[in-house]
Protein backbone atom coordinates (compact mmCIF):
# COMPACT_ATOMS: atom_id res chain seq x y z
CA UNK A 1 0.00 0.00 0.00
CA UNK A 2 1.20 3.34 -1.23
CA UNK A 3 1.26 6.11 1.56
CA UNK A 4 1.90 9.85 1.05
CA UNK A 5 2.83 12.16 4.42
CA UNK A 6 2.22 15.98 3.68
CA UNK A 7 3.83 17.65 6.20
CA UNK A 8 5.18 21.57 7.00
CA UNK A 9 2.09 23.63 6.97
CA UNK A 10 1.03 26.68 9.27
CA UNK A 11 0.76 30.15 10.15
CA UNK A 12 2.94 32.30 7.91
CA UNK A 13 2.72 36.71 7.44
CA UNK A 14 2.15 37.48 3.85
CA UNK A 15 5.94 37.46 2.44
CA UNK A 16 7.02 34.92 4.22
CA UNK A 17 8.07 31.34 3.20
CA UNK A 18 7.03 27.47 4.26
CA UNK A 19 8.46 24.42 3.14
CA UNK A 20 6.16 21.65 2.54
CA UNK A 21 7.33 17.74 2.52
CA UNK A 22 5.49 14.82 1.30
CA UNK A 23 7.09 11.48 2.26
CA UNK A 24 6.10 8.45 0.16
CA UNK A 25 6.51 4.93 1.51
CA UNK A 26 5.02 1.64 0.65
CA UNK A 27 6.79 -1.36 -0.72
CA UNK A 28 5.78 -1.92 -4.51
CA UNK A 29 5.71 2.07 -5.44
CA UNK A 30 8.54 2.78 -7.98
CA UNK A 31 9.26 6.38 -7.40
CA UNK A 32 11.13 7.24 -10.59
CA UNK A 33 8.30 5.64 -12.14
CA UNK A 34 5.54 8.31 -11.14
CA UNK A 35 5.06 12.26 -11.07
CA UNK A 36 4.45 14.03 -7.68
CA UNK A 37 1.65 16.88 -7.57
CA UNK A 38 1.31 19.07 -5.16
CA UNK A 39 -2.21 20.72 -5.16
CA UNK A 40 -4.12 23.07 -2.89
CA UNK A 41 -7.79 23.71 -2.18
CA UNK A 42 -8.69 26.57 -0.39
CA UNK A 43 -12.05 26.96 1.02
CA UNK A 44 -14.83 26.35 -1.30
CA UNK A 45 -13.05 26.24 -4.23
CA UNK A 46 -11.95 23.30 -6.30
CA UNK A 47 -8.96 21.64 -5.60
CA UNK A 48 -6.37 22.92 -8.23
CA UNK A 49 -2.55 22.00 -8.99
CA UNK A 50 0.29 24.38 -8.12
CA UNK A 51 3.47 22.23 -9.23
CA UNK A 52 4.39 18.64 -10.27
CA UNK A 53 7.99 16.92 -10.90
CA UNK A 54 8.80 14.27 -12.62
CA UNK A 55 10.86 11.80 -10.47
CA UNK A 56 12.53 10.21 -13.27
CA UNK A 57 13.86 13.31 -15.13
CA UNK A 58 12.87 15.79 -12.90
CA UNK A 59 11.22 17.63 -15.06
CA UNK A 60 9.21 20.60 -13.76
CA UNK A 61 5.48 22.51 -14.15
CA UNK A 62 3.94 25.17 -12.21
CA UNK A 63 0.90 27.20 -12.61
CA UNK A 64 1.15 30.78 -13.30
CA UNK A 65 0.35 31.97 -9.76
CA UNK A 66 2.88 30.06 -8.14
CA UNK A 67 5.76 30.66 -10.85
CA UNK A 68 8.71 31.76 -9.61
CA UNK A 69 8.00 32.14 -5.68
CA UNK A 70 7.41 28.11 -5.38
CA UNK A 71 10.15 25.46 -6.40
CA UNK A 72 8.83 21.89 -6.30
CA UNK A 73 12.07 19.36 -5.95
CA UNK A 74 12.64 15.94 -4.82
CA UNK A 75 15.28 13.68 -2.77
CA UNK A 76 15.32 10.12 -4.33
CA UNK A 77 17.13 8.68 -1.07
CA UNK A 78 14.36 10.09 1.04
CA UNK A 79 11.64 9.33 -0.95
CA UNK A 80 10.07 13.08 -0.42
CA UNK A 81 8.98 15.88 -2.26
CA UNK A 82 9.26 19.37 -1.23
CA UNK A 83 7.35 22.57 -1.88
CA UNK A 84 9.43 25.37 -1.23
CA UNK A 85 7.33 28.23 -0.47
CA UNK A 86 8.18 32.13 -1.08
CA UNK A 87 6.47 35.10 -0.78
CA UNK A 88 3.42 33.60 0.13
CA UNK A 89 0.28 36.07 -0.42
CA UNK A 90 -3.22 35.37 1.64
CA UNK A 91 -4.59 33.92 -1.57
CA UNK A 92 -2.09 30.81 -1.21
CA UNK A 93 -4.77 29.98 2.32
CA UNK A 94 -5.23 26.55 1.28
CA UNK A 95 -4.85 22.68 1.95
CA UNK A 96 -2.00 21.81 0.25
CA UNK A 97 -2.16 17.61 -1.12
CA UNK A 98 0.61 16.22 -2.85
CA UNK A 99 -0.50 13.09 -4.88
CA UNK A 100 0.86 10.06 -7.54
CA UNK A 101 0.62 9.64 -10.59
CA UNK A 102 1.92 7.72 -13.77
CA UNK A 103 2.06 11.77 -15.90
CA UNK A 104 2.16 15.36 -15.65
CA UNK A 105 -1.67 16.46 -15.29
CA UNK A 106 -3.41 19.44 -14.03
CA UNK A 107 -6.16 17.20 -13.30
CA UNK A 108 -6.64 15.71 -9.79
CA UNK A 109 -8.46 12.63 -11.03
CA UNK A 110 -5.09 11.41 -13.08
CA UNK A 111 -3.75 11.18 -9.80
CA UNK A 112 -3.85 7.98 -8.22
CA UNK A 113 -2.22 8.36 -4.54
CA UNK A 114 -3.09 11.45 -2.01
CA UNK A 115 -1.81 11.93 0.77
CA UNK A 116 -3.99 13.09 3.77
CA UNK A 117 -3.21 17.34 3.29
CA UNK A 118 -1.77 20.11 5.33
CA UNK A 119 -2.70 23.70 5.82
CA UNK A 120 -1.29 27.11 5.03
CA UNK A 121 -2.48 29.92 5.80
CA UNK A 122 -1.53 32.78 5.04
CA UNK A 123 -2.39 36.40 6.84
CA UNK A 124 -2.52 39.58 5.46
Known amino acids: EVQLQASGGGLVQAGGSLRLSCQISGSGFNFDDHVIGWFRQAPGKEREVSSCISSSDRSTFYTDNVRGRFTISSDHAKRTVYLQMNSLKPEDTAVYFC???????????????WGQGTLVTVSS
Open 99 to 113: AAGPAFSNIASDYEN
